[in-house]
């Protein structure tokens, strides 16, 4: 089928009697599935920190209580 779209051609400027390209298009933004999903992970994790200290934390304290009364 025969189809009218324009061919995408290197643009050229003139301005104040000069030659200028044009700046380059920027990357267009693909997404990705697993990209995603590590970057919310990352987010989470980052997020949580002060809850996994307090965790570590009393899991801690309750290693050395139950250690600490056996000869």
């Known amino acids: 089928m025969l189809s009218f779209d324009s061919i995408p051609q290197a643009?050229?400027?003139?301005?104040?009697?000069?030659?200028?390209?044009?700046?380059?298009?920027?990357?267009?933004?693909?997404?990705?599935?697993?990209?995603?999903?590590?970057?919310?992970?990352?987010?989470?994790?980052?997020g949580l920190w002060p809850l996994t200290a307090v965790v570590l934390l009393c899991t801690t304290l309750l290693i050395m209580a139950a250690n600490g009364g056996s000869p």
Do not use: N, T, W, Y
């Not at 400027?13 to 992970?41: C, L, N, T, W, Y």
């Open 11 to 46: 643009r050229v400027v003139r301005k104040g009697g000069q030659h200028f390209a044009p700046p380059a298009m920027p990357k267009s933004h693909e997404p990705s599935i697993v990209r995603d999903h590590a970057h919310a992970v990352a987010r989470i994790l980052i």
